[in-house]
């Protein structure tokens, strides 16, 4: 059986088996917040966008369209078996879809040209791909809870996994700043994100509450925002401003919420009357 860690003939691991979140190159960190798309993932892989290049412009014309990053203007799925499927111009580098793996796949992350990615499973296993480097693992550990995803460094060298009870791990060149496996809180942690110059990083608990970590400042809900008091359902992801200085957040409701100075653009409650399905993460475009 291939275990996490494991490397073949030349060297590199065979493979080893991510709210997601995903913080990318240098170029992704630039992305400018006034222009930005925020995008909601949600249930039957529905995606609803919000932000000025979601609708038309003034007067009728076309907004601008995002920019789209990397190589490819595309994207990839990868399912609990570690299979992925590529699509527009994403290439295919490997997957665990063959393998018996000791614990699912929770997450996937790309490296900053688009050629590789990460896969990790629950048990923090990860599985890398293409130019992705196998930086270290927990899948040779035992976890007190299991990971829930994965989020890389900017600079690809290294990537921090997260554990539902708060739990930071840290590999290659990410700093390791904190974190709350020690004394975890009474709710589920949903997600990690770390700072523009990876100095920090926050952590979300499912009840919308913030822990900061490193340079990551304590942030509170934006004026602009939703309160949490009209939170309708466990957050589910979030993902950082540029600025460093916020992020926002998705729960599984569809609610959208803006902390700090991070800009709040609308969610799914209020776009789609009657909503009943179920968002799990949350993107943003560069604009």
Do not use: C
Not at 71 to 98: C, H, K
Not at 155 to 175: N, T
Not at 242 to 262: C, E, H, K, L, R
């Amino acid at each position: 059986m291939i275990k996490p860690g494991d490397r073949d003939a030349t060297g590199n691991p065979p493979g080893a088996g991510v709210t997601p979140v995903r913080i990318g190159s240098p170029q992704t960190a630039r992305r400018a917040w006034l222009g930005a798309v925020m995008a909601v993932m949600i249930g039957l892989g529905s995606l609803l966008t919000f932000g000025p290049s979601a609708a038309a412009a003034p007067g009728g014309s076309q907004a601008p369209q995002p920019r789209i990053l990397g190589p490819g203007n595309g994207y990839w799925l990868v399912a609990s078996d570690g299979g992925i499927f590529s699509f527009g111009g994403s290439q295919f580098f490997g997957s665990t879809g063959g393998m018996k793996l000791n614990k699912p796949i929770v997450g996937m992350a790309e490296t900053p040209d688009a050629l590789g990615y990460w896969l990790v499973a629950s048990d923090g296993g990860i599985f890398a791909y293409g130019d992705a480097g196998f930086y270290g693992s927990t899948g040779s550990i035992r976890l007190n809870k299991p990971v829930i995803g994965m989020v890389p460094t900017h600079d690809g060298l290294g990537y921090w996994l997260i554990a539902s009870d708060g739990g930071v791990f840290a590999f290659g060149d990410a700093g390791f700043f904190g974190s709350l496996g020690g004394a975890p809180p009474s709710t589920a942690l949903v997600g990690v994100a770390p700072t523009p110059n990876g100095g920090g990083y926050w952590v979300l608990g499912a009840n919308g509450t913030v822990y900061s970590f490193g340079n990551s400042p304590q942030v509170g809900i934006s004026g602009a925002s939703p309160g949490l008091g009209a939170m309708k359902g466990p957050m589910t992801g979030l993902i950082p401003d540029f600025s460093g200085q916020g992020f926002d957040a998705v729960n599984g409701s569809g609610q959208a919420f803006a902390y700090g100075d991070a800009p709040y653009f609308g969610d799914v409650t209020t776009a789609v009357k009657n909503y009943s399905g179920h968002a799990v993460g949350i993107a943003d475009t560069p604009g």
